[in-house]
């Protein structure tokens, strides 16, 4: 009864309660097919980010470079994130802060310099060409 009222009350799909993970991803990627497919001209977010051979996927929360997985923390993740969302421009420390730290003031600590320098050796550490750049006086640059 209560999959027969969601599905009249508009629901596109039905998951039950436990369910594979797997299961949800693929029930995802067909929907953000059809929903592409269907032209009804909705912008949907892609759940795969690039910038140049390093691509995280968003929904799977898994991070590769050139074919190769790279294991990173919540907090990086949500840093490579936003990072990657603003691929090219300078970011500041303070969007930084704001965006990953939920932080609306500056606490005049070195935590982004920490992670950004572990995220650093984490994605461009082994690499030839670096992705992760310092701008000097502004923030730090995700691109070629």
């Known amino acids: 009864d209560e999959k027969i009222s969601g599905f009249d009350a508009g629901a ?7 369910f594979d993970f797997r299961e949800l991803l693929a029930r995802v990627r067909v929907f953000l097919k059809r929903s592409t497919a269907s032209g009804t001209g909705e912008q949907l977010e892609t759940p795969i980010l690039r910038v140049a051979d390093l691509e995280i996927d968003l929904l799977a929360r898994s ?7 790279i294991e ?8 490579l994130e936003y990072l990657m969302r603003h691929k090219g421009r300078a970011v500041t420390r303070t969007m930084l802060l704001e965006a990953v730290w939920d932080y609306h003031f500056d606490p005049q600590t070195n935590v982004i310099d920490v ?18 750049h310092t701008v000097r006086g502004v923030g730090y640059r995700l691109g070629d």
């Open 72 to 79: 990173l923390q919540p907090r990086e993740f949500r840093l």
């Open 12 to 18: 596109d799909d039905y998951l039950v309660k436990p």
């Open 115 to 132: 992670h950004v320098s572990r995220l650093r050796q984490k994605i461009d550490q082994g690499f030839d060409r670096p992705l992760l």
């Open 63 to 69: 991070v590769q470079r050139a074919g190769q997985p």
